[in-house]
């Protein structure tokens, strides 16, 4: 194959991530060569064996230093953004992540003459409360005005086998007799796999989805926090108390164990903010086909991939016997 009839090269930011090895996976499957821009090239090697050899390559890149972007994206018809945190650490604060470096890639992708596809996050608006959310709402604003072609994807919360929502709390519920919900769990959800996800981007990258447009991902069904829960229990067969903590006093338990050093909190400060919200699909992305949906994709249910991964937070994992909880 000569150098001309080489397949397009996609550059996937994160793409050692949650939802980014899940993006690998996608565009190996549909042919692009990728290029995974990633802090630490050496521990991405797990993501080799979803491609054909030579097909995945890796470059080291930190949103926070600008050349680096730029070298990441040199060559690439097409850049995905898959980074994001959930809390900061060190100097990787949610402004430099997720602001400043999301802005730096549309920039590095303007000037490659790249197409983008960003992942951003229902809720994303410049005027939250939330420091996570504002970041992302700022993220989307500054990036449609340096690259107004630009493809923005808001996801709801995703589940899959990494996830950082179901798995968190299946291994809670191994250890704890009772778990929170958060401002009563009546804050509603629309879980959608991260499967899913990973195709709305293999069309954004195919050229099919409209460029300049706000995409709001949902799952099949709208659950509360508490429903999340429960079901999350009945797939690893556990019993436990669900108690009610107010918005309140689970922000001041964020704030302290926040300040705790070399340890992740169960929850954040910022988080609790989020949770005073929704994050389902707006009815206007709905009515215009901004959806899974309006895309030809039938959302994967809940029901049916919780149980390939949270099997192992049964009692006795695989060999437990189903419906019966401890």
Not at 13 to 37: E, N, P, T
Not at 48 to 54: F, R
Not at 254 to 261: D, E, F, Q, T
Request: proline share 6%.
């Amino acid at each position: 194959m000569t150098l001309a009839n080489l397949p397009p090269l996609v550059t996937v930011f994160g793409g050692s991530g949650f939802v980014g090895r899940h993006v690998v996976r996608d565009l190996a499957k549909r042919g692009y060569r990728i290029r995974v821009a990633v802090r630490r090239p050496d521990l991405a090697g797990f993501l080799q064996p979803l491609g054909t050899v030579g097909q995945i390559s890796f470059v080291q890149a930190n949103l926070r230093y600008r050349q680096s972007v730029d070298r990441a994206v040199e060559g690439a018809s097409h850049v995905v953004n898959c980074v994001g945190i959930l809390a900061p650490k060190g100097r990787n604060t949610f402004d430099a992540v997720q602001e400043f470096g999301a802005r730096a890639i549309a920039e590095a992708a303007r000037a490659a003459g790249a197409s983008l596809t960003h992942v951003s996050a229902i809720g994303a608006d410049v005027n939250s409360p939330s420091v996570y959310a504002r970041t992302k709402g700022r993220a989307e604003a500054g990036i449609l005005a340096i690259k107004p072609d630009a493809v923005i994807l808001r996801p709801s919360i995703i589940f899959g086998p990494e996830d950082s929502f179901f798995n968190k709390f299946a291994d809670m519920a191994r250890l704890s007799p009772v778990l929170p919900l958060i401002g009563g769990g009546a804050t509603r959800f629309q879980p959608v796999f991260v499967g899913d996800v990973a195709e709305v981007v293999g069309l954004s990258v195919d050229g099919k989805v409209e460029p300049g447009t706000i995409y709001e991902l949902g799952g099949q069904n709208v659950l509360t926090f508490r429903e999340c829960l429960e079901i999350m229990l009945k797939v690893i067969d556990r019993k436990r108390m669900l108690v009610s903590i107010p918005f309140g006093i689970a922000s001041l338990i964020g704030r302290l164990a926040s300040m705790i050093p070399f340890v992740a909190p169960p929850i954040t400060a910022d988080q609790v903010k989020l949770l005073k919200h929704d994050n389902v699909v707006s009815k206007a992305a709905e009515a215009e086909g901004r959806t899974l949906h309006g895309l030809g994709i039938t959302p994967t249910m809940l029901v049916s991939i919780l149980p390939s991964y949270l099997v192992q937070y049964r009692p006795h994992g695989q060999y437990s016997n189903s419906g019966r909880a401890a």
